[in-house]
């Protein structure tokens, strides 16, 4: 069993920062990918970057692609999301997510969710 556990979010103005951080407790070894997803009012959930385990391969979405960086943490058990030059339409709900596997950013068999922390960007 896993439980994830996502902080960092805030408000920003246009051209900010934020690192959002994602800590793993518990243990299961049906997990190789580690993945945040974003949602924004009215619009559909979207991967947004993924980083595959066991080789520390990482992809970012083509929307945030230069200004995001997904990374582990110090050990295994944490993966952040650094996000920089954050423009308005990336305002929303981010969640952190535990699957199988990934490819890209297509993540396969997702079997643990975060509670999510949301991000504002508004001037």
């Known amino acids: 069993q896993v439980q994830l556990g996502e902080s960092g979010g805030g408000s920003v103005q246009p051209g900010g920062s934020l690192r959002l951080s994602c800590a793993l407790s518990g243990y299961d070894t049906r997990i190789t990918c580690m993945a945040w997803f974003r949602q924004a009012p009215e619009k559909e959930r979207e991967v947004v970057a993924t980083?595959?385990?066991?080789?520390?391969?990482?992809f970012v979405a083509d929307s945030v692609k230069g200004r995001f960086t997904i990374s582990q943490g110090h050990d295994e058990n944490t993966v952040h999301l650094q996000m920089n030059s954050l423009k308005f339409d990336d305002t929303a709900m981010y969640f952190c997510?535990?699957?199988?596997?990934?490819?890209?950013?297509?993540?396969?068999?997702?079997?643990?969710w975060g509670r999510g922390t949301q991000v504002t960007v508004s001037s």
């Open positions: 980083l595959y385990r066991k080789w520390g391969t990482t």
């Open positions: 997510a535990a699957a199988e596997t990934c490819s890209g950013t297509i993540v396969a068999d997702t079997r643990y």
